[in-house]
């Protein structure tokens, strides 16, 4: 049970992580678990697992979390009110990884009123010899839906990038209840300046 910033009632978490397995040698392996259990029966849930080789050229052998009913604003004050439910994966791949995630929110609403305005999020993300990937975001939010893609090479960031994103139906009164109600729809191209 504790006290957080900004927060009068103290919050009560049942939390656990562990780290199994052996450090020492090459073919070290360590299996992490950690989970975030609040003592009533319907509340947020949230476990991590992952399994990581620290000496290989690739520590990461595999990660996964799933969460539900996750409540930002109970762990942190400042943070959105939500009720998110999803999952996340990572998995290597080469010399880098890939990962997925899936998180649906039942309780959106604009951020002047501590809500998200994200219903639904699936993503797929790579990285790979310093190149950062959003293969693929799709998010269901404010009456509407955005599609992106973006790219950026770590050892460039001021030209070596790139994003495209298509917005189709977004209300902005449903991001900001000060905002005039309307439906927006385009698409969006940015990218570094020539020179």
Same mark, same amino acid.
């Given at each position: 049970?504790?006290?957080?910033?900004?927060?009068?009632?103290?919050?009560?978490?049942?939390?656990? !992580?562990?780290?199994?397995?052996?450090?020492?040698? =090459?073919?070290?392996?360590?299996?992490?678990?950690?989970? *975030?259990?609040?003592?009533?029966?319907?509340?947020?849930?949230?476990?991590?697992? %992952?399994?990581?080789?620290?000496?290989?050229?690739?520590?990461?052998?595999?990660?996964?979390?799933?969460?539900?009913?996750?409540?930002?604003?109970?762990?942190?004050?400042?943070?959105?009110?939500?009720?998110?439910?999803?999952? %996340? !994966?990572?998995?290597?791949?080469?010399?880098?990884?890939?990962?997925?995630?899936?998180?649906?929110?039942?309780?959106?609403?604009?951020?002047?009123?501590?809500?998200?305005?994200?219903?639904?999020?699936?993503?797929?993300?790579?990285?790979?010899?310093?190149?950062?990937?959003?293969?693929?975001?799709?998010?269901?939010?404010?009456?509407?839906?955005?599609?992106?893609?973006?790219? !950026?090479?770590?050892?460039? *960031? !001021?030209?070596?990038?790139?994003?495209?994103?298509?917005?189709?139906?977004?209300?902005?009164?449903?991001?900001?209840? =000060?905002?005039?109600? %309307?439906?927006?729809?385009?698409?969006?191209?940015?990218?570094?300046?020539?020179?």
């Amino acid at each position: 049970q504790t006290a957080l910033p900004g927060r009068k009632e103290p919050i009560e978490v049942v939390a656990h !992580a562990s780290v199994v397995g052996a450090l020492a040698g =090459q073919n070290a392996a360590l299996d992490v678990q950690a989970s *975030l259990i609040p003592p009533t029966a319907q509340a947020m849930q949230a476990q991590a697992t %992952a399994r990581i080789q620290p000496w290989s050229v690739q520590p990461l052998v595999q990660a996964q979390a799933q969460w539900q009913s996750l409540d930002l604003a109970t762990l942190w004050p400042q943070a959105p009110r939500t009720r998110l439910s999803g999952q %996340a !994966a990572v998995t290597p791949d080469g010399d880098g990884w890939k990962s997925t995630v899936e998180a649906s929110n039942a309780l959106p609403g604009p951020w002047d009123q501590q809500r998200l305005p994200l219903e639904k999020l699936n993503a797929r993300l790579a990285f790979n010899k310093n190149l950062w990937s959003l293969e693929s975001l799709q998010a269901r939010g404010a009456q509407g839906r955005v599609d992106a893609q973006a790219q !950026a090479n770590a050892d460039n *960031l !001021a030209t070596g990038w790139l994003g495209l994103a298509t917005v189709t139906g977004i209300n902005p009164a449903a991001l900001h209840s =000060q905002l005039a109600a %309307a439906s927006i729809s385009g698409s969006l191209r940015a990218e570094p300046a020539d020179g």
